[in-house]
């Protein structure tokens, strides 16, 4: 007898990827925020599994009685229904295989900014050329120091690729205990984090959300920034205090910033933040890239396979952290 998983409001990229993929003795029904909550309930009452996309009801998590575990597609979790969800006594879990896509993308906001890359093309779609740039604008990673705030997976990659490719110092703030093993890979050193922000030269904000980091990084923080540093978020845009953020950026009180999270998504496009041109924006597309597609499709069937075996799946996020004994085969 197969078991039934339920993809709920999926991207349509993985639609397909997801069914093909497949494993036997897996039945896949797929179902947008389209087909109506009482038919996503009714689907939901007898699904073995569930792959969850964003925005789905709390009411459809509560029907799901027979669940066994519940895969979301996302990293960032804050929008769950998280008592929902424990109330279902079974692991629910996030995706944890985007830290190579956003650590790469972090880098590219910190080079693009440095180098002034949109400036520079603008430059020539003006007919300028060399002569006419300011060479004192431009600037190289190379020995600089970068501050990560948020020494997770993200910011682990992101610090070693700095300091391996870039010979960057950096140090790091996080409350969170940091495995011994992070010194084997990058030499970072811990401060507090007025500290990081006055002495980065780059500051690289890799954090989720949480009642701590919500608007962590507010004008005082802002302001203790060198007037050359680059603020980078590829965290979550609550974390920083935007109007702060273009009023000191506005001022030349910060020298550039490289953001992929906004406070309010999808960013206006009469933002202030677009109309600066020491501002890079990209549209909260940190962890996109087909790499991470297969990635995060291995992951659920390798969620769903230790599931099955009586295991703890990656990425848990509920106080369950196991299903039933009966679920094991």
Not at 88 to 104: G, N, R, Y
Request: overall charge negative.
């Amino acid at each position: 007898m197969s078991l039934k998983v339920l993809f709920l409001n999926p991207l349509p990229d993985y639609v397909d990827r997801i069914v093909s993929s497949a494993p036997a003795g897996f039945d896949v029904t797929i179902m947008s925020l389209d087909s109506g909550l009482s038919a996503m309930c009714a689907e939901a009452a007898d699904a073995d599994f569930i792959i969850s996309g964003v925005n789905v009801p709390e009411a459809v998590f509560r029907a799901a009685e027979k669940v066994k575990f519940i895969q979301y597609m996302s990293s960032g979790y804050g929008q769950l229904p998280l008592d929902a969800l424990n109330d279902l006594k079974v692991p629910v879990a996030q995706m944890k295989t985007h830290s190579i896509s956003v650590a790469e993308h972090a880098l590219t906001l910190i080079l693009t900014v440095l180098r002034r890359i949109p400036a520079s093309m603008q430059f020539m779609r003006e007919g300028s050329w060399r002569e006419d740039l300011d060479e004192t604008s431009y600037s190289e990673l190379y020995g600089k120091t970068v501050g990560i705030v948020g020494l997770g997976n993200i910011g682990r990659w992101v610090g070693k690729i700095v300091h391996q490719g870039f010979g960057a110092d950096v140090v790091f703030y996080d409350n969170a205990e940091i495995p011994l093993t992070v010194s084997e890979l990058i030499p970072a050193r811990r401060v507090e984090l007025k500290e990081l922000m006055s002495m980065s030269d780059v500051v690289c904000l890799s954090v989720p959300l949480n009642a701590e980091s919500d608007q962590m990084i507010g004008y005082e923080e802002l302001a203790a920034m060198k007037s050359s540093g680059v603020l980078v978020n590829v965290g979550r845009g609550e974390v920083v205090d935007e109007t702060a953020l273009i009023e000191l950026l506005r001022a030349d009180r910060i020298a550039g910033a490289g953001l992929d999270v906004y406070a309010s998504e999808p960013l206006s496009p009469t933002s202030e933040l677009l109309q600066l041109d020491r501002v890079v924006c990209t549209p909260h597309m940190a962890g996109v890239g087909w790499e991470n597609v297969q990635r995060r499709i291995a992951m659920v069937w390798h969620n769903f396979d230790t599931v099955l075996r009586g295991g703890t799946p990656s990425g848990v996020i509920t106080a369950t952290k196991r299903a039933p004994v009966d679920v094991r085969v």
